[in-house]
């Protein structure tokens, strides 16, 4: 049992190091000329599109490669739901996330750098507000009446 433990971490750490460090050297960028986020904020958004890309959406998106504002929203709030619970709107209070339009700023920071990509008819407008970060993160934990 510990030699597997120890060859699932040997592959973790292979894996880890194998992966190329082009998002932090973005996400360095991005912060040191926009501070409205945290890196957190980033890391997260990455791991959401990923979630989004590989989960219940991947049949939908079987056919194009391409992600859409809102089916990436989608898959934000399902990731933040399943990882944070209700302590997600706090979270991203704190790393600046208020709205789907921060989600969209960012975003598009991501795709100046060369992180994202995307459509020409893609616009931060497509990120206006999907839906209110209260509807979507805070009431689904209050108690029913």
């Known amino acids: 049992m510990k030699n597997l433990l120890l060859i699932g971490l040997v592959d973790f750490i292979s894996v880890r190091a194998m992966q190329p460090l082009h998002f932090e050297k973005a996400l ?5 000329r926009d501070s409205r986020y945290e ?17 219940e959406y991947a049949e939908k998106l079987a056919n194009s490669k391409h992600v859409s504002a809102k089916e990436l929203l989608m898959g934000f709030r399902e990731f933040a739901l399943k990882q944070y619970g209700p302590m997600a709107a706090t ?4 790393w600046g996330i208020n709205s789907c339009d921060d989600i969209g ?26 839906y209110s970060f209260q509807e979507a993160f805070v009431e689904p934990f209050l108690p029913k009446q």
Do not use: R
Request: glycine content about 6%; proline content about 4%; cysteine-free.
């Open 39 to 55: 890196g957190e904020a980033y890391v997260f958004l990455k791991e959401a599109l990923d979630f989004t890309v590989s989960n």
């Open 91 to 94: 979270l991203f209070s704190e």
């Open 105 to 130: 700023n960012m975003v598009f920071l991501l795709i100046e750098e060369g992180m994202f990509g995307k459509q020409d008819s893609d616009s931060p407008d497509d990120f206006k507000p999907y």
């Open 28 to 32: 360095e960028k991005i912060l040191s």
